[in-house]
C-alpha cells in the first residue's frame, strides 16, 4: 500500500516518459550529487553572464573571489569543526574582536615610534596568536569542560561582540593613518594579475585539503565526526584532535581578520556580522553533512563563492525587488543543498 | 491566589501613584527617566553620550531636577525597566526612545496612566495617545537637501546611485523625499537604490557592485557617513574618477572633520541627524516640567545642510558619534 501511494503523483510523468525516463531519473541525480554545488555555480555564473555581461569582467571575478576571501577562509576552518562533529558559532564576533584588538594593538605601537612595516608584522602576529588562543579556549571548554560546542560559542558569540562593542565605545575603531597607507596593499595589492586575499585564500584551501586528506590528523578528524566512541577505541586522542579544530578555525578567523583589517582601517560593531552562518552555510552547501563525518575542502571552497555569487549578481542587475535580496540567497541554498543530498 | 496577588499589586501600584503625584504637585521636583538603546553602533553611542552630557548640564543647573539614564538591548528589557523607573526610581517624566514603536506603546501607555509626563524621542508609538510630546529628527529634510545639493552640484544633469539602510519606515521616508526632488529634474537619472544595511562592509561591496555595472556615475547619494566610509574605499580601488561627489548623512565626527579639512575632494557636503537630538529633548523637557509647562505635541529638530561654512558648528571631537 505505501510504496503505491508515494508514486502515485510520479505516475502521469513515468507514463510519458516511458521506462527509460523512470530509470534515467536515479542515474541522474547521482551523478548531480557530488557535482551538485559545481553545477550550482556554473548554472549561477552562465545567469549572471546572460543577466549582465560585466559580469563576467576579470575586475568583477576578482572582485567577487576577494569578497570571498574572508569567509572562504575561515569556511576551511569551519570545515575542520564540522567534519569533527562540532560548530561554532561565534567567528564572525570573533573575527570583530580580533580586528579591534589588532588595530588598538597596531595603534599603541606606532605611539612608540615603531617602524610601521614592523608593527604590521607584529599586529598580524597578534591576530593569528589571539585566534589560536580564543580557538584553544572553545576547545578546552568543550572537551575539558563537556559543554556542548553549540552552546560555548553561542555564549562567545555574545562575549567576543559585547568587548568589541565596549572598547570601540560602540563606535568605531580606526587604524592608525600612516600604518593604514602600509598596510593596505595586504588587501588592495595585486601579484600576477590576481589578488592578495585570494591567493592566501587559495593557499589556506590547499593547506586545508592536504591537511583534511593526507594526514593522520585529517583522517582523526573524520573518524571522530564519523563515529566518536569508535575512534576513542581505536586510541584516536579525541579531545586533543577536536580541541585542535577549534585552535586551527581560531587561527584561520585570525588570518581572514589579517585580510580584512586593510580593506577599511576599521572595526566596528558590525564587523563580521553573521560571518557565522555564511560560513556555516558555505561547508553545508558544499556537501559536509551537518552531524559530520564526511566533506570535502573543495566543496567548501565552491559553496563559500556560490554564496557571494549570488549577492553580487542581485546588485548586478534590478529584476528582482531589493526587498528579496535575502529570499533569493535562500531559495539557492536549498536548491543546491537539495542537488547534492545524499541518499539515506 | 493568582488574581488576589495581581488585585494587591494594582492597588500598591495605584498607591504608588497616587503618592507620586501629590508629592510632585507639593515639591515641584522633576525626576525624569531616561530610556535609550544600548550602544551597539556609533549612532546610538552618540545617543547614550548625549544622554549623560545632558543630565550632567541640567542637574547642575537645575537643583530640583534629578535625571536618571538607563540603556537596553531590546525592546522586551525596555519594558522592563520603564517598570523599574516607575516604582524603584519614581519618576513622574519620562524621555524615551523605543526600540520598536508597536510592541512599546502599551508599556509607555501604563506610565502616562500614572501621571508619569511622556515624552517620545525618534521613533513615534503607534497609538499616539499615550505620548504627550514628540520630538524627532527631520527624515524628510535629510533626503530632500541632500537631493537639491546634488542636483545644484551636477548642475541639473547627471547620473546618481543611492544607497539605502535598513528596510524601515524612517528609510523610506528619506529615499522618498529624495526620490521627489529627483523626480523634478528629468535629466538627472537616479540608477539603482540598494541596502547597505548603514554599515561600511556592505556599502562596500554595493558600490563595487555599482562600479561594475555602472560604467559612468557621477555622484553617489550614501545616505549615511557610514556608509560613504565604504563607499569612498570602493572607488578608491576601482581607480574611478568619473564620480565627483559622495554624500553620506548624519554628521558623525570624522565626516565633518573632513568637510572641515577639506580632506578629500569628494566629501564637500553632509547633512545633519545628530543624535544630539536626545539632548535636545531632554533639555526641553526638563525644563518645561520644571515650569509645570507643557511641550509642544510634535518638536521636529530640523536637519541642516553642512558644509565648509557651518561645519565647526556640527563638530562635537568628545562625541563618540
Redesign the interface.
Known amino acids: 500500500m505505501q510504496p503505491e501511494q508515494s508514486s502515485l503523483p510520479e505516475a502521469p510523468a513515468a507514463h510519458a516518459g516511458g521506462r527509460a525516463g523512470r530509470h534515467a531519473a536515479p542515474s541522474w541525480r547521482g551523478r548531480l550529487h557530488g557535482l551538485g554545488p559545481v553545477a550550482g555555480l556554473v548554472l549561477l555564473c552562465i545567469a549572471g553572464t546572460l543577466l549582465n555581461s560585466s559580469f563576467a569582467d576579470i575586475d568583477n571575478i576578482m572582485n567577487v573571489l576577494t569578497r570571498t576571501a574572508f569567509i572562504g577562509i575561515i569556511s576551511v576552518g569551519m570545515c575542520f569543526v564540522i567534519i569533527s562533529g562540532g560548530i561554532d558559532l561565534s567567528v564572525g564576533s570573533m573575527a570583530a574582536l580580533i580586528a579591534g584588538s589588532m588595530i588598538l594593538v597596531m595603534n599603541a605601537m606606532t605611539a612608540f615610534a615603531l617602524a610601521p612595516m614592523l608593527v604590521i608584522v607584529l599586529g598580524m602576529l597578534f591576530a593569528l596568536a589571539l585566534g589560536a588562543l580564543l580557538g584553544l579556549a572553545h576547545g578546552l571548554l568543550i572537551t575539558r569542560g563537556r559543554i556542548e560546542p553549540f552552546i560555548v560559542t553561542l555564549g562567545t558569540l555574545g562575549i567576543f561582540r559585547a568587548y568589541l562593542t565596549y572598547l570601540s565605545d560602540g563606535g568605531a575603531i580606526t587604524l592608525n593613518m600612516d600604518v593604514s597607507d602600509a598596510y593596505s596593499p595586504v588587501y588592495y595589492g595585486i601579484l600576477l594579475g590576481i589578488p592578495v586575499p585570494v591567493w592566501v585564500f587559495i593557499a589556506i584551501a590547499l593547506l586545508g585539503g592536504l591537511v583534511l586528506n593526507r594526514t593522520a590528523f585529517g583522517r582523526y578528524v573524520q573518524a571522530i565526526g564519523s563515529n566518536e566512541q569508535v575512534a576513542r577505541y581505536a586510541a584516536v586522542n579525541v579531545d586533543k584532535t577536536k580541541t585542535l579544530t577549534y585552535v586551527l578555525l581560531g587561527m584561520c578567523v585570525g588570518i581572514a581578520t589579517v585580510l580584512y583589517v586593510p580593506r577599511l582601517g576599521s572595526a566596528s560593531p558590525t564587523t563580521g556580522l553573521l560571518w557565522e552562518l555564511e560560513a556555516i552555510a558555505a561547508v553545508i552547501v558544499g556537501g559536509t553533512a551537518l552531524k559530520g563525518g564526511a566533506g570535502t575542502m573543495t566543496g567548501t571552497v565552491v559553496g563559500a563563492i556560490l554564496l557571494s555569487v549570488i549577492g553580487n549578481i542581485l546588485n548586478l542587475t534590478s529584476i528582482i525587488s531589493v526587498y528579496l535580496n535575502a529570499a533569493v540567497q535562500g531559495f539557492v541554498i536549498i536548491i543546491v543543498a537539495f542537488l547534492q543530498r545524499r541518499r539515506s | 491566589m493568582n488574581r488576589s496577588l495581581r488585585k494587591l499589586a494594582i492597588g500598591v501600584a495605584a498607591m504608588a501613584a497616587m503618592g507620586l503625584s501629590s508629592g510632585a504637585m507639593a515639591q515641584e521636583k522633576v525626576n525624569l527617566g531616561v530610556s535609550i538603546p544600548a550602544?551597539?553602533?556609533?549612532f546610538?553611542?552618540g545617543v547614550?553620550w548625549w544622554s549623560n552630557q545632558a543630565k550632567a548640564e541640567l542637574e547642575k543647573a537645575h537643583p530640583n531636577l534629578k535625571v536618571t539614564v538607563k540603556t537596553s538591548s531590546g525592546a522586551p528589557e525596555q519594558a522592563n525597566q520603564l517598570q523599574d523607573l516607575l516604582t524603584v526610581n519614581r519618576i513622574n517624566a519620562l524621555v524615551i526612545m523605543p526600540f520598536e514603536s508597536a510592541s512599546l506603546t502599551q508599556p509607555v501607555a501604563q506610565l502616562k496612566k500614572k501621571g508619569v509626563y511622556v515624552t517620545v524621542v525618534d521613533r513615534g508609538l503607534t497609538d499616539t495617545s499615550a505620548q504627550d510630546a514628540y520630538v524627532s529628527g527631520d527624515n524628510t529634510a535629510f533626503g530632500r537637501l541632500a537631493a537639491e545639493y546634488l542636483v545644484k552640484k551636477l548642475n541639473g544633469k547627471g547620473d546618481i546611485v543611492a544607497l539605502?539602510g535598513i528596510?524601515t519606515t524612517l528609510d523610506n521616508e528619506r529615499m522618498d523625499a529624495f526620490n521627489a526632488v529627483i523626480k523634478k529634474h528629468p535629466d538627472i537619472k537616479l540608477l539603482?537604490?540598494?541596502?547597505g544595511?548603514?554599515?561600511?562592509?556592505d556599502a562596500?561591496?554595493?558600490m563595487?557592485?555599482?562600479l561594475?555595472?555602472f560604467k559612468h556615475i557621477d555622484a553617489v547619494w550614501a545616505a549615511d557617513d557610514?556608509m560613504a566610509?565604504?563607499v569612498l574605499?570602493a572607488i578608491e580601488?576601482?581607480k574611478r574618477t568619473d564620480i565627483k561627489e559622495v554624500f553620506g548623512g548624519a554628521g558623525a565626527k570624522?565626516m565633518v572633520k573632513t568637510i572641515i579639512d577639506g580632506s578629500n575632494p569628494l566629501i564637500q557636503a553632509d547633512v545633519s541627524y545628530s543624535p544630539k537630538f536626545i539632548y535636545d529633548a531632554i533639555k526641553l523637557t526638563a525644563e518645561a516640567r520644571l515650569k509645570g509647562e507643557k511641550l509642544p505635541e510634535t518638536t521636529i529638530i530640523p536637519s541642516v545642510l553642512i558644509t565648509k561654512e557651518n561645519a565647526k558648528d556640527f563638530y562635537f571631537p568628545d562625541s563618540?558619534?
Open positions: 550602544a551597539t553602533h556609533s546610538t553611542a547614550v539605502r528596510a539603482d537604490a540598494r541596502y544595511n548603514w554599515n561600511r562592509d562596500f561591496k554595493v563595487q557592485d555599482y561594475t555595472r557610514d566610509f565604504g574605499k580601488q576601482a570624522g563618540p558619534f
